[in-house]
């Protein structure tokens, strides 16, 4: 982080860095295994090596790891949609993630933003508060921000925004992007909680947008892989132009800090 850049925006541009390389990272992995996916196909040595590879376990588990590995190896539709639907879980779990470091860093940086309506219904314990270490007890901020009522009626990218509300970082959204991630988060919960198998709430909400039906395997493709992953760095961006705002620093001075500083433009 070079010297142009304003004291008060370091720490959230570096977040924000960190993000970009996380999510450049998750790209890379996965790229690499669809890539890596071909070399096994058409590699009698490399299937070997991956079949000998499961041999842990009992056998039940390890026939069942074969079968599903053969199913990826001869089905290339299939492994995609269960490469890019595990995708999902990771991005928004980094979305998650970024959003309470951005909370406990903000709280850090000005203790005075638990000043409000909200934050006074936190319930920490006393006792439990005294012990902490100042780093545990931004944390366990946090933890409770995540505990109340008002964020916990809320789902995804609400729930998230709710959040930001207890230390005055809520604000306006990008429709686009407010949606795109909503979907992000539909796709997450029926990988994370069903296998990526639409249910009846999943193809009566969003099944149309990836031509599924009951019962079938909802594919998440590479292109809403990368739009779910550029509506995750706008977010975050969007998180470090509300603190800039707090600061009274324009787009046009944020964005010239960003310019300054090559790690930070890569969104």
């Avoid at 299939?78 to 998650?96: D, N, P, R, Y």
């Avoid at 009522?149 to 809320?154: L, Y």
């Avoid at 979907?183 to 969003?206: E, T």
Wanted: aromatic fraction near 8%.
């Amino acid at each position: 982080m070079n010297d142009k850049v304003p004291p008060n925006l370091r720490w959230p541009l570096e977040l924000l860095e960190r993000a970009t390389d996380t999510l450049l990272d998750n790209r890379n992995a996965t790229l690499l295994a669809i890539v890596g996916r071909g070399v096994v196909v058409k590699n009698k040595e490399a299937r070997a090596t991956i079949m000998n590879s499961l041999k842990v376990g009992d056998d039940s588990f390890r026939d069942r790891a074969q079968k599903r590995t053969d199913m990826w190896l001869k089905e290339e539709k299939q492994f995609e949609a269960h490469l890019f639907g595990h995708s999902a879980i990771t991005l928004w779990s980094v979305l998650e993630t970024y959003v309470g470091d951005f909370i406990v860093q903000w709280i850090r940086m000005k203790p005075d933003v638990l000043q409000n309506d909200h934050a006074r219904k936190l319930k920490i314990s006393l006792a439990d508060y005294i012990a902490m270490t100042a780093d545990e007890r931004l944390e366990a901020i946090v933890e409770d921000i995540f505990e109340t009522d008002a964020v916990k009626r809320q789902r995804g990218i609400d729930k998230l925004e709710v959040a930001l509300t207890f230390v005055r970082l809520g604000g306006d959204l990008d429709k686009e992007m407010k949606s795109t991630l909503w979907l992000l988060h539909q796709v997450r919960n029926i990988w994370a909680h069903n296998s990526g198998i639409a249910d009846k709430k999943f193809a009566k909400d969003v099944g149309s947008m990836f031509k599924c039906e009951v019962g079938e395997v909802v594919c998440f493709g590479q292109a809403d892989w990368v739009r779910a992953t550029k509506a995750i760095l706008d977010y975050i961006l969007t998180i470090v132009k509300r603190i800039a705002g707090h600061f009274e620093i324009t787009p046009e001075m944020l964005n010239a800090a960003r310019a300054s500083d090559p790690g930070t433009t890569g969104n």
